[in-house]
């Protein structure tokens, strides 16, 4: 399956985006969805995940309060609204589809990975 990542770009900070994945085939609504990011010379870390009903969500201490992940399964869409954003979160943003029904804070529980969308926070 095919994800596609957009939504990223620059913004000042508490300014806010919104972030999109979208896949190639419907079969994504059978697992749960989730969002990582990377800034280079670090590990890749957990941001946000959503269950495959969207029942059920997890997010990073560093972005609770200020992010929230949703999913559109007619649009096989998730979407990571971001807002009061931080300079420490500029970073490359990935989707992911979990191997899983439940959202996991593991990078190694995913098993199909967008392209990455920059976003940059100034101060």
């Known amino acids: 399956v095919q994800l596609q990542a957009s939504g990223g770009g620059l913004v000042q900070a508490g300014g806010s985006l919104r972030l999109s994945c979208t896949a190639s085939?419907?079969?994504?609504?059978?697992?749960?969805r989730g969002w990582l990011r990377q800034v280079p010379g670090k590990d890749r870390e957990f941001v946000a995940a959503?269950?495959?009903?969207?029942?059920?969500?997890k997010y990073a201490d560093s972005v609770k309060g200020r992010f929230t992940i949703s999913r559109d399964n007619a649009e096989t869409t998730v979407y990571l609204q971001m807002n009061s954003l931080e300079p420490e979160d500029t970073a490359v943003y990935y989707c992911?589809?979990?191997?899983?029904?439940?959202?996991?804070?593991?990078?190694?529980?995913?098993?199909?990975w967008g392209q990455g969308t920059q976003v940059t926070v100034s101060s």
């Open positions: 992911a589809k979990s191997k899983s029904w439940d959202g996991s804070i593991y990078d190694s529980d995913y098993d199909s």
């Open positions: 085939r419907r079969l994504v609504n059978s697992y749960a």
């Open positions: 959503i269950s495959m009903t969207g029942g059920r969500t």
